[in-house]
């Protein structure tokens, strides 16, 4: 999985990406459905000895474009994880409250607890992608924001949080077919939104602002991965992939009983 993890200072070419290659698995999607299933379990077991052990907090964070899977990923990944060890914090368009503020503000409530998985869907990270392609905010104001972000997931590094990234990348033609089976499919229409195609103008602009954020941001401590998304299957493998590993890193242990139990009758 190495493979799609960025190494500091490489300086990303979405172009040299490929969205559709399945290069880690090698097999039809019947059996990497199959080897997700697995992972999913597995991920639940962690997931269990985290909240168990409660040292290690875990944030997950998710970008891409629109339609590129975020919500997929949420949904198929830990479909197998307990619901209450899971938590998703989503951002929106920041409202007037959150306006008031710095735009870390409503991110730092939202970091995991120990013992705790947070997703992030969307980010911090909207505070250099959306905000510099659609001029937000003057050039000197997001530009200054890449360094604000590597010192905050420093601090929260340093802290006892392990940060993982995730970059779904899908291509151009890929989103014309998800959003066509939106205006097809009426179960979708709810899904369909016209600022999408608005989104989708300026799709140029926002791999150059992708391509910034993944050349400036990826650290050991905070590694970005660029996910081939236009299978479904194979990203969600991948990711699922990337946790167990991440997770299988963190060497954690059930805790030791505070008394001998051995001793212990139930009457
Ligand atoms: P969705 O995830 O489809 O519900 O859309 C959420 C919208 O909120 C997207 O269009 C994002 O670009 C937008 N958004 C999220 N964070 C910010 C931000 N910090 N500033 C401006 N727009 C944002
Ligand atoms: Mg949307």
């Known amino acids: 999985m190495e493979r799609y993890r960025i190494a500091p200072g490489t300086d990303v070419d979405l172009a040299a990406h490929d969205p559709s290659e399945r290069l880690t698995f090698d097999g039809p999607k ?7 299933g ?45 619901p209450q060890g899971v938590k998703v914090s989503s951002f929106k368009a920041p409202s007037d409250r959150e306006l ?15 013992g705790e998985i947070r997703i992030f869907n969307r980010s911090h990270y909207e505070d ?20 604000h972000i590597n010192d905050f997931e420093r601090m929260l ?18 989103q014309a077919a998800r959003l066509q089976s939106r205006l097809d499919d009426p179960h979708k229409h709810w899904k369909f939104s016209t600022a999408d195609l ?16 993944l050349s400036r941001t990826s650290h050991p401590h905070a590694p970005w991965y660029v996910i081939p998304a236009n299978s479904k299957w194979y990203r969600n493998l991948v990711i699922a992939s990337i946790l167990v590993d991440t997770m299988e890193g963190l060497e954690m242990r059930y805790p030791e009983p505070e008394m001998d139990l051995s001793d212990i009758r139930i009457e």
């Open 38 to 82: 697995a992972l999913t379990l597995r991920l639940r077991e962690l997931q269990e000895l985290l909240y168990a052990e409660g040292r290690n907090r875990l944030l997950v964070v998710l970008q891409a474009m629109d339609t590129g899977g975020k919500d997929g990923v949420i949904r198929h990944v830990f479909r197998s994880v307990n």
């Open 100 to 114: 008031a503020r710095d735009y870390l503000w409503r991110i730092h409530k939202e970091v995991p607890a120990r």
């Open 30 to 36: 019947k059996l990497g459905k199959e080897e997700l």
């Open 198 to 213: 608005r989104e989708r103008k300026r799709w140029d602009a926002y791999e150059q602002a992708f391509e910034a954020m």
């Open 157 to 174: 590094a340093d802290e006892g949080v392990t940060i993982v990234k995730f970059f779904l990348h899908i291509s151009k033609e890929e």
């Open 128 to 147: 250099i992608l959306v905000v510099r392609v659609r001029d937000l905010a003057p050039p000197e104001v997001w530009e200054r924001r890449y360094g």
